[in-house]
């Protein structure tokens, strides 16, 4: 069974305190890891899908990256816009396209 | 481009009435769509897959008869939540693929149930 672990919970920073999310995952045949962000009361808003070990991609303030295990989003120079519940999702070669998510961890920026 | 819509944004029913959800893709054709449910402080939870023109594929739990899904074009699922009861409460989200075989699901804005 994948499973998908995030931690932090939560984390509070600073406006310009840079800082990372941890995605620890166990899949047999990932397919592919996706980065969402969540905003109170919203549905998920795509980010990134990484699919190889190494893999980085970038969006404004947030940078992705992924090894065979885990996942890190890194967030540089964050902005109280940015505070949101960030999630990890996996996706396995074996599992019809299905998203198996973690718990989410939930960041908070004050200005 | 991938904007997914969801009707209503919330609604509030009482115990034993149906509640129908709908998802629409709005600027692509979706094969596939999916449903979720999330509880306050809690991660998604996938209930169901749905394919066009074909029956649901339904988690483990999820009970078939209870919450029905249509998926009639390649653009419009349906959930329907039959004979709500309070626990059934919770917020409902979809999503769906650009095509089939496409890995990223583009997510709709949740429709938030409340049985009383």
């Known amino acids: 069974e ?12 600073q406006e310009g305190e840079s800082s990372s999310l941890n995605c620890s995952y166990t899949v047999s045949g990932l397919r592919g890891l996706f980065w969402y962000r969540q905003d109170p009361g919203k549905g998920p808003e795509f980010l990134f899908t990484l699919y190889s070990a190494g893999e980085e991609k970038e969006k404004e303030r947030l940078k992705a990256t992924l090894t065979k295990k885990e996942s890190f989003l890194h967030i540089t120079a ?12 996996v996706q396995a070669y074996s599992n019809d396209y299905k998203l198996s998510f973690g718990a989410g961890t939930t960041v908070t920026v004050r200005a | 481009g991938a904007v997914v819509s969801q009707h209503p944004s919330w609604v509030i029913c009482k115990s034993g009435t149906s509640v129908k959800i709908e998802c629409r893709s709005l600027d692509f ?10 509880f ?18 339904y988690e483990q739990g999820v009970e ?6 249509n998926h009639a074009s390649l653009t419009l699922s ?9 626990e059934d ?4 989200i979809c ?6 075989g496409t890995d990223t699901q583009y997510f709709g804005p949740g429709t938030r149930l409340t049985v009383l």
């Not at chain 1, 994948?2 to 920073?13: F, G, H, N, Y």
């Not at chain 1, 964050?78 to 999702?89: F, H, I, V």
């Not at chain 2, 078939?64 to 899904?69: A, G």
């Open chain 2, 29 to 38: 054709q979706a094969t596939t769509m999916f449903w979720y449910r999330q």
């Open chain 1, 2 to 13: 994948d499973q998908v672990t995030q931690s932090p919970e939560a984390l509070r920073l």
């Open chain 2, 64 to 69: 078939k008869d209870k919450f029905l899904i």
């Open chain 2, 40 to 57: 306050p402080k809690q991660s998604l939870m996938l209930m169901a897959t749905s394919n066009e023109g074909s029956k649901a594929t």
């Open chain 2, 89 to 92: 409460s919770s917020f409902y």
């Open chain 2, 78 to 86: 349906t959930l329907t939540v039959t004979s709500a009861h309070p």
């Open chain 1, 78 to 89: 964050p902005k109280p816009e940015d505070s949101a519940t960030y999630l990890c999702a």
């Open chain 2, 95 to 100: 999503s769906a693929s650009l095509w089939e």
